[in-house]
């Protein structure tokens, strides 16, 4: 096995560990289906902001370094660990995109656009990196493939038949899966400009609440709080 390969397979494998604690996020709307919004907001703020301080402060604080990286390091891609960048991680954004959506848009909606991240991310990145061959840019350096996108798409359209529904309408189910469609081109769009964790549920939202308001305007996105 050559060198590249060796690393690809590494690579690969850090990516299902990523992933599979990833899947812990769904967590963040089954705990926000049960308990109103306000306390959740108390609960993840000051969640979010001491992840943070201490992701930023493991940069240039070494106690906090030897800590994070000592158990935490095997979890990091490269851009995460760029001293010149000061690059928050993954676990982090995601904290920060759970604490925007939740002001920003129903409960039913952010429920829905946070299950679909988690999982469609999931999906697409272990699957992209595993049989994505076509790349969607290719020559320009973005590891975003055809397949990834499409292992997206089918993942995040389960999400979005997993999650409750206002009417159990068709159309709702219609309308979900045209979000997914928009939000996996707002992954791949927005690599390297906005993390994909913040990108991908702020375009599904924005979409699937448009979309409700245009196609099912009597019925409440707003039935869950």
């Given at each position: 096995m050559g060198e590249t390969a060796v690393?690809?397979?590494?690579?690969?494998?850090?990516e299902l560990i990523r992933k599979a604690i990833h899947l812990f996020s769904l967590l963040i709307p089954v705990i926000y289906y049960f308990i109103p919004k306000p306390l959740t907001l108390e609960i993840l703020i000051p969640m979010t902001v001491a992840f943070i301080i201490v992701d930023l402060a493991r940069?240039?604080?070494?106690?906090?370094?030897?800590?994070?990286?000592?158990?935490f390091?095997?979890?990091?891609?490269?851009?995460?660990?760029?001293?010149?960048?000061?690059?928050?991680?993954?676990?982090?954004?995601?904290?920060?995109?759970?604490?925007?959506?939740?002001?920003?848009?129903?409960?039913?909606?952010?429920?829905?656009?946070?299950?679909v991240l988690i999982l469609a991310d999931a999906a697409s990145a272990v699957f992209g990196k595993r049989f994505g061959r076509h790349k969607i840019f290719p020559g320009r350096g973005m590891p975003k493939s055809y397949e990834?996108?499409?292992?997206?798409?089918?993942?995040?359209?389960?999400?979005?038949?997993?999650?409750?529904?206002?009417?159990?309408?068709?159309?709702?189910y219609l309308i979900g899966a045209a979000a997914t469609v928009v939000a996996s081109v707002a992954e791949v769009i927005s690599y390297n400009v906005?993390?994909?964790?913040?990108?991908?549920?702020?375009?599904?939202?924005?979409?699937?609440?448009?979309?409700?308001?245009?196609?099912?305007?009597?019925?409440?996105?707003?039935?869950?709080?």
């Open positions: 690393q690809d397979a590494v690579d690969f494998r850090g940069y240039d604080v070494p106690l906090i370094s030897t800590f994070f990286y000592r158990f390091g095997f979890l990091l891609r490269r851009h995460e660990v760029d001293e010149k960048k000061h690059a928050l991680n993954g676990a982090t954004f995601m904290l920060i995109s759970a604490a925007i959506c939740i002001v920003i848009f129903p409960k039913y909606i952010m429920i829905t656009s946070f299950t990834g996108s499409l292992a997206f798409i089918i993942a995040g359209i389960v999400g979005v038949a997993l999650t409750p529904k206002v009417d159990y309408l068709v159309a709702e906005v993390d994909d964790n913040i990108a991908v549920p702020i375009a599904f939202g924005l979409t699937m609440w448009a979309l409700y308001v245009i196609f099912l305007p009597h019925v409440s996105v707003f039935f869950l709080g």
